[in-house]
């Protein structure tokens, strides 16, 4: 056959192939190989201390949080100290600025009127409280 042979013989020989297999599987066996052999050279060496245990302080802190409660009456008492709706904004005002997270609960009574509440809620969203929640409690048995 001249010249219709196949295209792996030149000549008359055949053509050197590097075969891709086998090398991906000697390049992974030198690969754990090393990766063993590194992990066995590492010697840890320990310095054995005494080191002071740390005790959590108890905080005597309140967290910082606005406590509106509003009596059957209509009446309105802030941390427990009452106040007049002015006086309440006012503090208010006051504890905003020097949080500007600051959350306010509200507390109603069962028997408020739902327009204190409401009139309430808008004075606290109006002074610019992030976050208001109402504060509620189970029924009693």
Do not use: C, W
């Amino acid at each position: 056959m001249a010249g219709g042979g196949s295209s792996s013989s030149v000549g008359g020989r055949k053509k050197a192939r590097i075969e891709i297999i086998p090398l991906i599987d000697v390049m992974f066996f030198l690969l754990a190989s090393f990766m063993m052999v590194s992990l066995s050279m590492q010697k840890l060496q320990v310095i054995k201390m005494d080191l002071p245990t740390a005790v959590a302080q108890k905080t005597s802190k309140k967290p910082d949080v606005f406590n509106i409660e509003i009596s059957r009456t209509g009446d309105i008492s802030v941390d427990s100290k009452r106040m007049s709706l002015i006086e309440m904004e006012k503090a208010l005002k006051e504890r905003i600025a020097a949080n500007t997270n600051l959350p306010v609960y509200i507390k109603a009574d069962q028997k408020a009127t739902h327009g204190m509440v409401i009139n309430i809620l808008d004075v606290v969203k109006g002074d610019g409280a992030p976050k208001v929640s109402f504060a509620i409690e189970p029924p009693k048995d």
